[in-house]
């Protein structure tokens, strides 16, 4: 396993409830992401942290909030569901700071909003 | 901004013919490339970096500064490279994050 698990691996919701999606890693990197992934549209980031308590906006942010208490949890909220927000969310997590690496993975959580 | 375009939503390609998935970014700084592969319903996977100028699974991909690309090659496609592939640029500033392309489907026909 990549050090990365998401939970959970799929979620049927309606609309107007809020949901709550999580990523946990047991490698004690620094950086995570949050991406959801969409036909046509490749994955967009949503959130992401640089540390404890220290998050900020991606480029699809609105209607979703973001939390790290430790640093190996990253909680992804969905305020209030839409049907919009139905989609594949990915975690990531920057592998060797400082080192020239990419992302590595979790295994997505499919999220339908109905 | 940043921008990373993949021109192609579908490539498809005969087992052992060459295969070509074309990357163009936009970027004002040094850029930082990377192709991620996903299998059917798995995760994305680091496929190769540009940096590292290395051959992963018989890929490679070749930083054109001048041309903007980072168009990704094998010359002889099989049928277990059929996935997802996504192009990505990591920039800097703003805690290095990734912008990633749409995505080419590459289908190979047996």
């Known amino acids: 396993d990549a050090g990365i698990t998401q939970s959970p691996r799929h979620k049927v919701t309606e609309t107007g409830t809020p949901v709550t999606l999580r990523c946990h890693q047991t490698?004690?990197?620094?950086?995570m992401y949050w991406y959801r992934q969409d036909p046509g549209h490749g994955l967009r980031l949503i959130h992401y942290?640089?540390?404890?308590?220290?998050?900020d906006k991606g480029e699809v942010s609105d209607g979703y909030s973001v939390s790290r208490s430790k640093t190996e949890d990253f909680l992804l909220t969905l305020e209030s569901a839409t049907s919009s927000q139905t989609s594949v969310y990915f975690c990531?997590?920057?592998?060797?700071?400082?080192?020239?690496?990419?992302?590595?993975f979790g295994s997505g959580t499919r999220l339908t909003v109905v | 901004a940043q921008r990373v375009t993949q021109p192609e939503k579908l490539l498809s390609v005969f087992k052992g013919a060459p295969v070509e998935l074309k990357c163009n970014y936009s970027?004002?700084?040094?850029?930082?490339l990377f192709w991620y592969v996903q299998y059917s319903r798995q995760r994305l996977q680091l496929l190769l970096r540009?940096?590292s100028r290395e051959s992963i699974k018989g890929f490679t991909a070749d930083l054109n500064k001048g041309e903007t690309s980072f168009h990704l090659k094998k010359p002889f496609a099989q049928e277990e490279d059929s996935a997802m592939y996504y192009c990505?640029?990591?920039?800097?500033?703003?805690?290095?994050?990734?912008?990633f392309g749409t995505g080419t489907k590459l289908q190979v026909i047996p």
């Open positions: 990505a640029l990591r920039y800097s500033g703003g805690y290095q994050k990734v912008t």
């Open positions: 540009h940096i």
């Open positions: 490698e004690n990197h620094r950086y």
């Open positions: 990531a997590i920057r592998q060797a700071p400082g080192e020239r690496y990419g992302y590595t």
């Open positions: 970027y004002s700084g040094s850029p930082e």
């Open positions: 942290s640089y540390g404890v308590k220290d998050t």
